[in-house]
């Protein structure tokens, strides 16, 4: 079964500091991932996905296939940063599994 | 700019109540979905649907049901409400690609 594992349910980091946000996923297929993010009062938005391989407000991340992973990195945080993000997995039917979240806290 | 619309921001309904969620988007968008958000839980699918009058049971099903009798439209029903479902509900809507797009959330409150 597919299943996505964010390990970290807050990461507290002070600006400029480097940030990983860690995901981990199981799924017997070719993963296709996600990430996506919610700052306060804002609805949920996809930040980025691995197919695309860019890098959206400083942000990147790798899919891992040997670790199974897809961690969300930015070289030096921004207390703007601060939000929920969620790591997905798409799976059968253009449906999403999304992991339990990691809230960023950026610190000044 | 894309637009799902959830029709209430905030809810309070007392148990055993039957109560309607409402989603509209505007994007033409042929799949719609139901998730719960709750904290450490993430995002939880209740239902989806791949067109009208179409749908799928997602992982957390009981207790909900759904309809879509328009295309823009998805409505999520909890046909005896209990207080184990107070929760936050996102609506969302894609198109082929599984990018999806989120309302702005339903805070329910059941008492």
């Known amino acids: 079964a597919q299943r996505v594992t964010q390990p970290e349910k807050l990461l507290s980091v002070f600006k400029g500091a480097p940030v990983e946000l860690k995901c981990n996923y199981s799924?017997?297929?070719?993963?296709?991932l996600f990430w996506y993010v919610q700052y306060s009062r804002q609805r949920l938005q996809l930040l980025l996905r691995?197919?695309s391989r860019e890098s959206i407000k400083g942000f990147t991340a790798d899919l891992n296939k040997g670790e199974t992973s897809f961690h969300l990195k930015k070289p030096f945080a921004q207390e703007e940063d601060s939000a929920m993000y969620y790591c997905?997995?798409?799976?059968?039917?253009?449906?999403?599994?999304f992991g339990g979240g990691t809230r960023l806290m950026v610190k000044p | 700019d894309v637009k799902v619309t959830q029709s209430s921001r905030y809810l309070v309904k007392r148990t055993g109540e039957k109560v309607f969620l409402e989603c509209v988007q505007d994007?033409?968008?042929?799949?719609m979905f139901w998730y719960r958000q709750d904290p450490g839980l993430g995002l939880r699918l209740i239902y989806f649907?791949?067109?009208?009058?179409?749908?799928e049971k997602g992982d957390i099903p009981e207790g909900y049901s759904v309809s879509r009798e328009k295309k823009e439209r998805f409505s999520l029903i909890l046909e005896s409400a209990s207080t184990n479902q107070t929760s936050m509900y996102l609506c969302?809507?894609?198109?082929?690609?599984?990018?999806?797009?989120f309302g702005q959330g339903t805070r329910l409150t059941v008492v």
């Open positions: 969302a809507s894609s198109y082929i690609e599984p990018e999806a797009f």
């Open positions: 799924y017997s297929g070719s993963p296709e």
């Open positions: 691995h197919i």
């Open positions: 997905a997995l798409k799976r059968a039917g253009n449906m999403l599994t």
């Open positions: 994007m033409d968008h042929e799949n």
């Open positions: 649907s791949y067109d009208v009058k179409m749908k």
